[in-house]
């Protein structure tokens, strides 16, 4: 990749893509989070994902989630938050 989708990282985009989907970022970082997408492939394909999990998580109720598979991530989640 060459120019101005090089502003910013394949990791960088990563770490943004959640305030990009909130549009939260400032204009500036749109614009070179949106440069970087033009250019990689990959992270398109990603930022993509992650729209369409959003669209479906949030259609989601918990009553959706069997009690099994809740106490499953439940358990993944805190075993995650407390691992050094």
């Known amino acids: 990749?060459?120019?101005?989708?090089?502003?910013?990282?394949?990791?960088?985009?990563v770490e943004?893509?959640?305030?990009y989907l909130e549009c939260v970022l400032d204009p500036e970082d749109v614009e070179r989070?949106?440069?970087?997408?033009?250019?990689?492939?990959?992270?398109?394909?990603?930022?993509e994902q992650m729209?369409?999990?959003?669209e479906v998580a949030g259609a989601l109720s918990a009553d959706?989630?069997?009690?099994?598979?809740?106490?499953?991530?439940l358990t993944a989640f805190r075993e995650w938050r407390s691992a050094p």
Request: proline content about 2%; overall charge negative.
């Open 1 to 13: 990749m060459t120019g101005r989708g090089l502003e910013i990282d394949c990791k960088d985009l």
């Open 64 to 73: 959706d989630v069997p009690a099994e598979a809740r106490a499953a991530l």
């Open 33 to 47: 989070f949106e440069d970087h997408l033009a250019l990689c492939d990959g992270c398109d394909v990603y930022v």
């Open 16 to 19: 943004l893509v959640t305030r």
């Open 51 to 54: 729209r369409q999990t959003i």
